[in-house]
């Protein structure tokens, strides 16, 4: 079963356009990541949110947590080609062994030139 | 500096053939695992690794074998392939939580 759940599932946006994605959740939560995965390659992390804290920046992206909605929204802004991708919330539920993760279905965004 | 190398990259098998995939990573990381990516269903969890000798399931774990013998190999094994085992396999490492990954191993089952 899925942890998260990503919303929209798909976004298509002109280049210098911000693009916003959001997450829910189910569970509790020790963390929250952000994983990008361009097309036919592995996921890369983008950034880390822990659960007492309510907004990050890196760069070009800022991420929100709300724990009261469990939820996430990723902002990136000024976007560019080469932010197309799709993006994947991922959720650390703190277990005692592993740091599993568990992955929503992802955003597809596109980013048109 | 590698990170973390899956092999194959691509693999086709008929039904009821057995395979290995290898993932290798050079980061002395502790924590590894498998998932599969299916269209629209994002990642499942096969089986994981908290250590050298442990291996543990994962959410998604029939069907599937591995073997942790040595730190930086994770090894996916498939006994008796099903075309319900058609996916994309990813290896990941992590130390502190985050998560490194393998490009993939694209497998056809026939």
């Known amino acids: 079963s899925q942890q998260g759940e990503e919303d929209p599932q798909a976004l298509s946006i002109q280049e210098g356009e911000n693009a916003t994605m959001n997450c829910s959740y189910k569970?509790?939560?020790?963390?929250l990541q952000w994983y990008r995965q361009n097309s036919g390659r592995g996921l890369v992390h983008l950034i880390l949110i822990r659960s007492n804290e309510r907004e990050k920046h890196s760069g070009r992206l800022r991420v929100t947590l709300d724990t009261s909605k469990k939820s996430s929204s990723l902002l990136i802004t000024a976007s560019r080609a080469a932010d197309t991708a799709s993006y994947f919330c991922?959720?650390?539920?703190?277990?005692?062994?592993?740091?599993?993760?568990?992955f929503g279905g992802g955003t597809r965004v596109l980013v048109k030139p | 500096n590698a990170g973390v190398t899956q092999t194959p990259k691509f693999r086709v098998l008929k039904t009821g053939q057995s395979m290995t995939l290898l993932c290798a990573q050079d980061m002395n990381h502790e924590y590894m695992y498998w998932y599969r990516q299916d269209p629209g269903m994002g990642l499942r969890l096969i089986h994981y690794s908290v250590g050298e000798g442990t291996t543990a399931k994962g959410e998604v774990p029939d069907g599937y074998n591995v073997s942790r013998l040595k730190k930086q190999n994770f090894l996916l094994g498939l006994e008796s392939a099903a075309p319900s085992q058609t996916s994309v396999y990813f290896c990941?490492?992590?130390?502190?939580?985050?998560?490194?990954f393998g490009n993939g191993t694209r497998l056809t089952v026939t």
């Open positions: 569970t509790s939560i020790n963390n």
């Open positions: 990941a490492s992590s130390y502190i939580g985050t998560l490194h």
């Open positions: 991922a959720t650390d539920a703190g277990s005692a062994a592993g740091n599993k993760l568990t």
